[in-house]
């Protein structure tokens, strides 16, 4: 299989040299390429700024901004098999790019902030039958609250399953995880290491009947 993996945070730059990110660190993106590319499947990983060594076998993009991010997915998303959507896109971006660096002599600053575009729900209207794309979210609550939000993310943004896991899988070494389809747990909640989880996601990927073990 062709398989896009997106990785890591965007950044929207408020000035020259500040920006807004989130806590991503991009371990379950480089993962989830690492257990395709060694499962001999022909992977592209792209992925925002991190400090994590690119895994062998992958070929790499780098992306920064939510608007490169889009770029690159309409780029290859079309010769993809499957996508699998673990990048922490930012939400929100500010109103005004600064063209020079503020200065903290000028007194305080208020930032408007703007809705970012739903990157996955944009790409997936050119979605083809044979394309499978894995989404992911991160929500709070009681685990059957959760999967009622993850559903319905699911729905809006065209994919076939969604990870969903709580705030405390961003920048950690273990995720407490399910894999959701529109009607089933494909894979029940558990505490994993995200190597493990990205094992699971491949195999859901390669299995006709959307089976997970």
Same mark, same amino acid.
């Given at each position: 299989?062709?398989?896009?993996?997106? =990785?890591?945070?965007?950044?929207?730059?408020?000035?020259?040299?500040?920006?807004?990110?989130? =806590?991503?660190?991009?371990?379950?993106?480089?993962?989830?390429?690492?257990?395709?590319?060694?499962?001999?499947?022909?992977?592209?990983?792209?992925?925002?700024?991190?400090?994590? *060594?690119?895994? @062998?076998?992958?070929?790499?993009?780098?992306?920064?901004?939510? =608007?490169?991010?889009?770029?690159?997915?309409?780029?290859?998303? &079309?010769?993809?098999?499957?996508?699998?959507? *673990?990048?922490?896109?930012?939400?929100?971006? &500010?109103?005004? #790019?600064?063209?020079? /660096?503020?200065?903290?002599? @000028?007194? &305080?600053?208020?930032?408007?902030? %703007?809705?970012? #575009?739903?990157? $996955?729900?944009?790409?997936?209207?050119?979605?083809?039958?044979?394309? $499978?794309?894995?989404?992911?979210?991160?929500?709070?609550?009681?685990?059957? /609250?959760?999967?009622?939000?993850?559903?319905?993310? %699911?729905?809006?943004?065209?994919?076939?399953?969604?990870?969903?896991?709580? &705030?405390?899988?961003?920048?950690?070494?273990?995720?407490?995880? =399910?894999? $959701?389809?529109?009607?089933?747990?494909?894979?029940?909640?558990?505490?994993?290491?995200?190597? #493990?989880?990205?094992? #699971?996601?491949?195999? %859901? $990927?390669?299995?006709?009947?959307?089976?997970?073990?």
């Amino acid at each position: 299989m062709r398989i896009l993996v997106t =990785a890591g945070p965007t950044r929207q730059y408020i000035d020259p040299v500040r920006f807004i990110t989130n =806590a991503s660190s991009g371990r379950m993106g480089y993962a989830v390429a690492a257990a395709a590319a060694c499962a001999g499947h022909d992977v592209t990983l792209l992925t925002g700024p991190v400090s994590l *060594a690119p895994p @062998d076998g992958c070929r790499l993009v780098r992306f920064v901004t939510v =608007a490169e991010l889009t770029e690159g997915l309409e780029e290859h998303f &079309p010769a993809c098999d499957a996508l699998v959507m *673990a990048a922490a896109v930012g939400d929100f971006r &500010p109103a005004r #790019q600064r063209d020079q /660096k503020l200065r903290r002599c @000028d007194g &305080p600053v208020e930032i408007r902030l %703007l809705p970012t #575009q739903d990157v $996955l729900a944009t790409v997936t209207g050119t979605k083809r039958a044979h394309q $499978l794309i894995v989404a992911f979210t991160v929500e709070e609550g009681p685990d059957d /609250k959760i999967e009622v939000g993850a559903r319905v993310k %699911l729905k809006a943004k065209g994919a076939d399953y969604i990870v969903a896991n709580t &705030p405390d899988a961003m920048g950690a070494d273990k995720s407490r995880a =399910a894999v $959701l389809s529109a009607t089933d747990v494909v894979l029940p909640w558990a505490v994993r290491t995200k190597e #493990q989880l990205a094992e #699971q996601i491949v195999r %859901l $990927l390669s299995s006709p009947r959307g089976q997970a073990s």
